[in-house]
């Protein structure tokens, strides 16, 4: 299947920071998706992104579509405690099928 | 809350059974999806139907077969299972036939143990 590096793996975080992840792919995307996962959830959508240059808010959440189509980042700006979670970007790729990253688990820093 | 219902939310069950797990998705939505995860293999996609029809397959054995009935609620059978089955089984609705076009929606996935 379609190949989405991302990273990183793991981060902590403090409360106030701006924290920050990415996914890239050796092949091009036709849209960028970030999801939330909570413990027992499902995912839940973050953000989606149609066109490459795309730079997306929604509160405190900012992703971007890369030029190339073959990245997207997405930053948390001033996190708080529930924040935590772990944050998947997905990818649909000319085959229509939606893949996803491997995930970056975001905890908080004791 | 999503809309999309999944049951049952856990089962328990020895190698070799076969357990058939339950999918409705949001209201108006035509496309349901099937997703297993597991800990080291992430959200991999298993299948794909629209409007009864199956529409896309992605990695998912022979062992396993799912359904979209008429009313759009979706079954996914997996059958002769083996330790290695035991992952969250999330499913996942959207209205058109293309993940592009409208973002897919999760439900809170059914947790299957396989021992």
């Known amino acids: 299947g379609q190949q989405l590096n991302q990273s990183p793996q793991s981060m902590f975080i403090q409360e106030g920071e701006d924290v920050s992840m990415n996914c890239t792919s050796s092949?091009?995307?036709?849209?960028w998706l970030w999801y939330k996962q909570d413990p027992g959830e499902g995912p839940v959508l973050l953000i989606a992104?149609?066109?490459?240059?795309e730079l997306t808010s929604n509160g405190r959440l900012t992703a971007q579509f890369g030029i190339t189509r073959k990245d997207s980042f997405l930053n948390i700006s001033a996190s708080i405690p529930s924040d935590v979670g772990i944050y998947f970007c997905?990818?649909?790729?000319?085959?229509?099928?939606?893949?996803f990253g491997a995930g970056t688990t975001v905890t908080v820093r004791a | 809350d999503s809309g999309v219902t999944q049951t049952p939310k856990h089962l328990i069950t020895a190698t070799g059974q076969r357990v058939t797990l339950r999918c409705s998705p949001r209201?108006?939505?035509?496309?349901v999806y099937w997703y297993q995860q597991s800990l080291d293999q992430g959200l991999q996609f298993l299948i794909q139907?629209?409007?009864?029809?199956?529409?896309a397959k992605g990695n998912i054995l022979e062992r396993f077969s799912a359904q979209q009935f008429p009313d759009l609620h979706s079954e996914l059978n997996l059958s002769s299972l083996e330790l290695g089955d035991s992952a969250l089984y999330f499913c996942?609705?959207?209205?058109?036939?293309?993940?592009?076009?409208?973002?897919?929606?999760f439900g809170n996935g059914t947790r299957l143990t396989v021992t």
């Open positions: 992104l149609y066109k490459a240059g």
């Open positions: 092949s091009i995307f036709n849209t």
């Open positions: 997905a990818g649909v790729f000319n085959d229509y099928k939606l893949s």
């Open positions: 209201s108006g939505d035509l496309s």
């Open positions: 996942a609705s959207s209205v058109s036939s293309i993940p592009e076009n409208s973002p897919l929606h």
């Open positions: 139907y629209y409007n009864g029809e199956e529409r």
